[in-house]
Nanobody, 122 residues
Framework: QVQLVESGGGLVQAGGSLRLSCVASERTKAIGWFRQAPGKEREFVAGISRSGGGTKYADSVKGRFTISRDNGKNTVYLQMNGLKPEETAMYYC??????????????????WGQGTQVTVSS
């Protein structure tokens, strides 16, 4: 069973930056980052293929967020710049059921981390 552990969340002012990390217990397939605010559905943020050669972003974060991975460390990163108050949420990483295809739906992912809280103050 794959275990995923997120870290790097915290409190930041609007316009600030954070880098989230997702450490897997083994080399995994494609990885996605999702976020969920209170009372809202979990939504796709970004994803990266197993090799790191393919990436996908939600339209709302394109140009501000960058996803990357270091397979030697079994770690996926999400660099978030220009954060907005409405992006306050719990951020989760998840393992895709596919090695290469990056899906944006929750049901395409089978293992999830516990999440890391990101709070953006105005």
């Amino acid at each position: 069973q794959v275990q995923l552990v997120e870290s790097g969340g915290g409190l930041v002012q609007a316009g600030g930056s954070l880098r989230l990390s997702c450490v897997a217990s083994e080399r995994t397939k494609a990885i996605g980052w999702f976020r969920q605010a209170p009372g809202k559905e979990r939504e796709f943020v970004a994803g990266i293929s197993r090799s790191g050669g393919g990436t996908k972003y939600a339209d709302s974060v394109k140009g501000r967020f960058t996803i990357s991975r270091d397979n030697g460390k079994n770690t996926v990163y999400l660099q978030m710049n220009g954060l907005k108050p409405e992006e306050t949420a719990m951020y989760y990483c998840a393992r895709s059921r596919s090695a290469t295809t990056i899906f944006s739906t929750v049901d395409a992912y089978d293992y999830w981390g516990q999440g890391t809280q990101v709070t953006v103050s105005s």
